[in-house]
């Protein structure tokens, strides 16, 4: 008669339960301190386990309820200290900003200095008797005032 080996097989069985629930519990920490949305879905993939199993949980299915009912409040969704701005990114970001206003004022600038020139360039090319350095083009009529 072979040996009763039942016991060793109820050992590995506890032993897989025990390791899901805390991976299943670590996942839920580590969503709620980092900030991430929570639903079943999101648990099941970052614990790997299946929804099935997360809904068939009374204690951590309520945790998952009451996790989720907090992150949909907007006002409580803490946001967690690595994605916060520190004071000096936040000055680093105002000065870069700032200098690439003042580029973009100084380039704004000389373009409407070009753009002045050639407008000039060109009514003074309409006038009569101005030699072009285009032939064979004709003269626009210049209106006098009224």
């Known amino acids: 008669m072979p040996a009763d080996n039942a016991h060793h097989l109820v050992t590995a069985a506890r032993q897989r339960a025990t390791a899901t629930r805390r991976r299943a519990t670590a996942a839920l920490r580590r969503m709620d301190t ?7 879905e999101t648990v099941a993939r970052e614990a790997r386990v299946s929804r099935s199993w997360l809904y068939n949980q009374p204690d951590l299915r309520a945790e998952i309820g009451r996790l ?3 992150h949909r ?10 994605q916060r701005a520190s004071d000096a990114s936040l000055l680093q ?4 900003a700032t200098e690439r206003n003042q580029q973009l004022e100084t380039e704004n ?4 200095h070009a753009l ?22 004709r003269h626009s009529p210049v209106i006098g005032p009224c």
């Open 93 to 96: 970001r105002l000065q870069t």
């Open 116 to 137: 002045a020139l050639a407008l000039g360039e060109q009514r003074t090319s309409d006038l009569p008797g101005h030699t072009r350095d285009t032939p064979g083009r």
């Open 73 to 82: 409040t907007p006002t409580t969704r803490p946001v967690p200290n690595r």
């Open 68 to 70: 989720r009912a907090r």
């Open 34 to 40: 980092s900030g991430t949305m929570i639903t079943f």
């Open 109 to 112: 600038r000389e373009l409407r």
